[in-house]
């Protein structure tokens, strides 16, 4: 074929090309875009006992808010290394779950309470790679699974069978990873996530930097391909939808922590820690709404 009948065949097919892929893109629904949460409040976040963490809590009807924070560790929980708690969550039918740390070992905790008031513990052994620390659990809605994370710069979230909800689990017996949520982008310091839908968290991230996302401290959505079952691996979408308020009377670092939603009254709550001497007067329990 000469060369000059083969280039225009080419272009030809480039431009069959171009109006095939257009159809289709007209053909296919449209991505879901991403929700938009507008402060709507905020409340004084006690540095001692509202500082690392909170959940809302269904179970019994009427139950206060709950948070966590250096002040409410008990005593008999960090004299045995447990000294650092991170953001908590809970399942829709009252179970109560608290992730721990250590400053250094093989192991990390997660402390539940069943809805009759009684506490049990269970203790993951960390995998090959994984990170100490515990920053937060996530309860999946159908709550036979649990999320958590690790700090630093992650492409991934762990997934667990929900201690003390899912039958597979005894406080006697290691708590296995069960499956991997594997990000589709980087994510830095993430401090808590909870579900709004069964694919669908919200994450609050402590990054300092600003480099993955353009902006420091951000609201993190994250959209998954399915639902956690904890018998295969899932892939999630990251969307960067704001930076979380960093006001305060005191300059300085920001720390953002934990992340609630409550689905009652489909209300965001993130705590945001001031800096300085700030931390005593100023920090925040802010609060959202979608629009």
């Given at each position: 074929?000469?060369?000059?009948?083969?280039?225009?065949?080419?272009?030809?097919?480039?431009?069959?090309?171009?109006?095939?892929?257009?159809?289709?893109?007209a053909?296919?629904?449209?991505?879901?875009?991403?929700?938009?949460?507008?402060?709507?409040g905020?409340?004084?976040?006690?540095?001692?006992?509202?500082?690392?963490?909170?959940?809302?809590?269904?179970v019994?009807?009427?139950?206060?808010?709950?948070y966590?924070?250096?002040?409410?560790?008990?005593?008999?929980?960090s004299?045995?290394?447990?000294?650092?708690v991170?953001?908590?969550?809970?399942?829709?039918?009252?179970?109560?779950?608290?992730?721990?740390q250590?400053?250094?070992?093989?192991a990390?905790?997660?402390?539940?309470?069943?809805?009759?008031?009684?506490?049990?513990?269970?203790?993951?052994?960390?995998?090959?790679?994984?990170?100490?620390?515990?920053?937060?659990?996530?309860?999946?809605?159908?709550?036979?699974?649990?999320?958590?994370?690790e700090?630093?710069?992650?492409?991934?979230?762990?997934?667990?069978?929900?201690?003390?909800?899912?039958?597979?689990?005894?406080?006697?017996?290691?708590?296995?990873q069960?499956?991997?949520?594997?990000?589709?982008?980087?994510?830095?310091d993430v401090?808590?996530?909870?579900?709004?839908?069964?694919?669908?968290?919200?994450?609050?991230s402590?990054d300092?930097?600003?480099?993955?996302?353009?902006?420091?401290?951000p609201?993190?959505?994250i959209?998954?391909?399915?639902?956690?079952?904890?018998?295969?691996?899932?892939?999630?979408?990251?969307?960067?939808?704001?930076?979380?308020?960093?006001?305060?009377?005191?300059?300085?670092?920001?720390?953002?922590?934990?992340?609630?939603?409550?689905?009652?009254?489909?209300?965001?709550?993130v705590?945001?820690?001031?800096?300085?001497?700030?931390?005593?007067?100023?920090?925040?329990?802010?609060?959202?709404?979608?629009?």
């Open positions: 074929m000469p060369l000059r009948v083969r280039q225009r065949c080419h272009a030809v097919l480039t431009v069959l090309a171009t109006l095939t892929a257009t159809v289709l893109m053909a296919a629904p449209p991505a879901s875009a991403a929700d938009t949460w507008t402060e709507a905020s409340d004084r976040a006690d540095p001692l006992t509202e500082s690392q963490g909170l959940t809302s809590v269904e019994p009807a009427g139950a206060a808010n709950r966590t924070g250096i002040g409410t560790i008990p005593v008999g929980v004299s045995r290394g447990w000294n650092h991170g953001d908590p969550d809970a399942s829709y039918d009252g179970h109560y779950i608290e992730p721990y250590a400053d250094s070992g093989t990390k905790m997660f402390r539940v309470q069943a809805p009759d008031g009684t506490w049990s513990e269970y203790v993951h052994t960390l995998s090959a790679g994984e990170a100490l620390n515990n920053s937060w659990v996530a309860i999946s809605p159908d709550g036979q699974w649990m999320l958590s994370g700090y630093g710069t992650m492409s991934r979230f762990l997934v667990f069978p929900t201690p003390g909800v899912n039958a597979s689990t005894s406080p006697s017996a290691n708590l296995p069960a499956a991997t949520v594997t990000l589709d982008h980087a994510v830095r401090q808590g996530c909870d579900f709004v839908s069964a694919t669908q968290l919200l994450c609050s402590d300092p930097a600003g480099t993955l996302f353009g902006i420091t401290k609201l993190l959505q959209d998954l391909s399915a639902a956690p079952t904890g018998t295969a691996n899932v892939t999630g979408h990251v969307t960067a939808l704001r930076q979380l308020p960093l006001r305060s009377a005191c300059s300085g670092e920001f720390e953002a922590e934990g992340i609630d939603y409550d689905r009652r009254t489909a209300t965001l709550r705590i945001v820690v001031s800096p300085g001497f700030c931390v005593l007067t100023d920090s925040k329990t802010y609060r959202f709404t979608r629009s």
